[in-house]
C-alpha cells in the first residue's frame, strides 16, 4: 500500500506546476484525497481537498490557494493531481498527498500519506 507523490520543482514566481499522486495496493476513488504541505519553520498546512463520497465531487481550497490551485482526480488510474499556478515564493514548500476522509481533513488525520515533494518558488 503506497501513495507516491511527484511533480515538484523550482519555479520561478508566476510559474506553473502540476503535482501527481498515485496509489498502489488500493483503489484511490474509495478516498477522499488531499494535499498537504510544510513550509521550513511552520506548521502543516491543509491546501486542498477532493472527495467523491456524496455521489459527487466536492473541492475544498486553503484560502491561500484559491483561485491559483486545482485538484483533479482520475479514479481510473488511481492518480490525482494537484495544478498550481501563479505561484508565490511563499508556496515554497514540501507537499503531501494522502487519502482518507474527509470529514477528518482538516485535522490532518488521513489513513494514508505518501512522501513528499518538493516545491521551491524563487527568483
Known amino acids: 500500500v503506497q501513495l507516491q507523490a511527484s511533480g515538484g520543482g523550482s519555479v520561478q514566481p508566476g510559474g506553473t506546476l502540476r503535482l501527481s499522486c498515485t496509489a498502489s495496493?488500493?483503489?484511490?476513488?474509495?478516498?477522499?484525497v488531499a494535499w498537504f504541505r510544510r513550509a521550513p519553520g511552520k506548521e502543516r498546512e491543509a491546501v486542498s481537498c477532493?472527495?467523491?463520497?456524496?455521489?459527487?465531487?466536492?473541492?475544498f481550497y486553503a484560502d491561500s490557494v484559491k483561485g491559483r490551485f486545482t485538484i483533479s482526480r482520475d479514479n481510473g488510474v488511481d492518480t490525482a493531481y494537484l495544478g498550481m499556478k501563479f505561484l508565490k515564493p511563499e508556496d515554497t514548500a514540501t507537499y503531501y498527498c494522502?487519502?482518507?476522509?474527509?470529514?477528518?481533513?482538516?485535522?490532518?488525520?488521513?489513513?494514508?500519506w505518501g512522501k513528499g515533494t518538493q516545491v521551491t518558488v524563487s527568483s
Open positions: 494522502a487519502a482518507g476522509d474527509r470529514h477528518t481533513y482538516y485535522s490532518g488525520n488521513m489513513t494514508y
Open positions: 495496493g488500493f483503489s484511490l476513488g474509495d478516498y477522499a
Open positions: 477532493i472527495d467523491d463520497s456524496d455521489g459527487y465531487s466536492q473541492y
